[in-house]
């Protein structure tokens, strides 16, 4: 098989249901924001995972999605052993990935149209023009035989086609997290190394992220939590490390974090034992969504718990939580057999899915939900992918 072009089973595709027509003017029928799966009914317990290819070979570590502002094509970008391959949703019926940069990857993030991972033996942190690596990849099909483009050196590569790039200094990269300030607008990347941390923030004129700070410290390891916290008081996000017990009255968690504003005694942490933490992100300004093994914990930015009108204070699973898509009026916890989503405010359930046949883990929830499945008697067998469907905040 071509590593280039991965083709799945065409008898078992499942492919997007076909669109209902009515005797409309043109001029009524809204224009779709991108040409791949069409939307789904906008209703609490409709969720439902969409298959979009059947027998991948890839060993995927991450998944996002881009939208070719040309064609607006929707696309899904995978981060894998293999390579970053994609999947144009819009072709579902063609049922193959194209590979796009041939070096093993970890994590992917689209900032406007550069494509943000780490990849390589090293572990460096790239940044690739999409429009670019699309067209790159269209010319290697063009061709009778594929040029091994992982076997040359960077160096070497012919310019015009160098539509990816090595952030300098990030080799050895572990981690990496992207967050917005409500406060400034302003987009910033973190790294983390096994002794160090570097800050990035996006410059809009540049369509790009610049390296600003540098801070030598050393991590945790394992390092389980990998977050950034934005501040009022501040103008860059603390960087969240890990999650121990609350110290003070009232307090349920205390945040252990490297302040880059500080001139001097970065890392604040606690001497109580770190807890379990699966997730932590922040909903709002002084709101902390923490999720541990069977529950999530709203709490503010000093660990006390927060309840309002809009959320409770706490939400309870009966299964143990592998990982979590936070939505605007709810949450969705998903486990080794499936997802249950609960809404914040009522704590109650407002969607799920169980199948004791299959594995489920989440691939990637960066504007759409992605995940893979394999048979639970046999977890070692090629994945079948997904997407979420049908909960309010699809498309």
């Known amino acids: 098989m ?10 078992k595709q499942a492919t997007a249901p076909p669109a209902v027509s009515a005797h409309r003017e043109k001029r009524d029928i809204p224009k779709p924001i991108s040409n791949g799966l069409p939307p789904t009914p906008k209703v609490h317990m409709g969720a439902c995972f969409s298959k979009v290819f059947n027998g991948c070979p890839l060993k995927i570590h991450c998944a996002t999605s881009w939208i070719n502002p040309d064609t607006r094509d929707q696309y899904l970008i995978f981060g894998a052993e293999e390579g970053i391959y994609t999947l144009n949703l819009n072709e579902l019926h063609e049922t193959s990935m194209e590979q796009l940069f041939p070096r093993r990857c970890t994590w992917l993030y689209v900032m406007n149209n550069c494509l943000l991972s780490i990849s390589g033996k090293a572990s ?3 940044s690739h023009n999409l429009a670019g690596l699309f067209e790159y990849a269209r010319q290697m099909q063009k061709l009778p035989v594929a040029i091994p ?5 960077d160096k070497i590569i012919p310019r015009k086609f160098a539509v990816s790039n090595k952030i300098p200094d990030t080799k050895g990269c572990q ?3 992207v967050v917005r300030s409500p406060y400034t607008g302003h987009k910033y990347l973190c790294g983390a190394f096994q002794s160090s941390v570097v800050l990035l923030e996006w410059v809009e004129p540049m369509q790009k992220f610049m390296l600003i700070k540098n801070i030598d410290f050393p991590l945790p390891c394992p390092l389980e939590v990998f977050e950034m916290l934005v501040v009022p008081e501040h103008q860059y996000p603390l960087i969240c490390m890990s999650v121990s017990k609350g110290t003070e009255a009232h307090q349920v968690v205390r945040f252990d974090t490297v302040n880059p504003n500080a001139t001097c005694s ?8 770190q807890t379990c933490v699966i997730h932590v992100t922040q909903l709002e300004k002084d709101t902390i969504l923490v999720c541990l093994d069977r529950c999530i914990k709203i709490v503010n930015l000093q660990g006390r718990l927060k309840s309002s009108k809009k959320l409770s204070a706490e939400l309870t699973f009966n299964f143990q939580i592998e990982s979590i898509v936070c939505l605007q009026d709810s949450v969705l916890a998903f486990w080794r057999h499936g997802m249950q989503g609960r809404s914040f405010k009522s704590n109650e359930i407002t969607q799920e899915i169980s199948d004791n046949t299959r594995i489920f883990r989440l691939l ?10 394999r048979p639970t008697d046999n977890p070692t067998a090629q994945s079948n992918l997904y997407i979420l469907a049908g909960h309010e905040n699809s498309y």
């Open 175 to 177: 981690k990496c997290c």
């Open 124 to 126: 460096q942190l790239y």
């Open 149 to 153: 483009t992982h076997k040359l050196p």
């Open 2 to 11: 071509n590593p280039s072009h991965l083709n799945g089973e065409k008898d």
């Open 266 to 273: 970065w890392f604040t942490e606690s001497d109580a034992p």
């Open 364 to 373: 990637g929830s960066d504007r759409v939900v992605v995940l893979e499945s």
